[in-house]
């Protein structure tokens, strides 16, 4: 582990520390400071707009391929976060692809239960068709809650029978609303953040009924995944959610679908908020970049 990374794990701690006893308000405030371990890539602009009504963020790296995207929607536990908190990150990877990042705010629990933020990335991609912007140019990625979204919405697009992202790539996903990961105890002392409490109370907040746990637009580990895009899972080997990473791959190959799943030893959750600090975290994006540009059409 680089002494880069510790940075994110010093991040994690204090929140921990500061948020006993914290409102919801605050507790957003607070999360908001995800943004801060990712340095600010240069030769990105950004632009502020409405996807059918849904606030979204360009990011859009010099040079890139202007018909190309990527939808990335943001963790948080379907609670917390933001385009803000995450658009650095997601401009990272888009640099890096050579494309363009539609970085989503969707609605948030509790205010808005499930399904109101699959529904808000329905809208985003349709909207995106209207643009002019092709499925088979496409992917979804997202990370923690945001890559449960990720995933859903292209199974989402697929009942709807409209066209599916190219790929879906999933940064240190929560998928298991009943939260039954082996690694949720056995990585306990090692993840800094996503304790077994901490994913308790934002699921409670996410679903409005504890049987909505098992339905597989929120959680994603009881779909079928015949025919589903190719799919890169990336993820830190001291996370809780380990599990969740590992069991998606099983069940993407066992239906004979293309899966890469990449843990790098000895990060949290999410480590990816490194970027452009720790090299773990870069030489991972870099990895994803490299994977999800051909599948995007990109030499």
Known sequence: M???SLFLNDLYASWLTRSEGMDLASQRDMFEEWHLPTIEPIDVTYEEVTANGVP???????????????????GGGFVTGSRFSHRKLAAHLAKL???????????LAPEHKHPAQLEDCMAVHKWLRTQGYKAEYTATVGDSAGANLAISTAFELASSELPTPAAVVTLSPWLDMEIKGLTVESNDAVDVLAKRAVLEMMREMFLSEPADATDPRANPLLNDYTDFPPVYVSVGGYETLLDDSRRLAELIEKMSGEVVLDV????QHVFHFNAGRAPEADQAL??????????????
Do not use: M
């Open 2 to 4: 680089s002494k880069e």
């Open 56 to 74: 979204a963020t360009w990011a859009k790296p010099l040079g890139a391929a202007e018909d190309r995207v990527i939808v990335f929607t943001h």
């Open 97 to 107: 692809a050579g494309v363009h990042a539609l970085i989503v705010d969707y609605r």
């Open 264 to 267: 790098v030893d000895e990060q």
């Open 286 to 299: 870099s990895r994803i970049a490299q994977w999800l540009r051909p599948k995007l059409g990109l030499a």
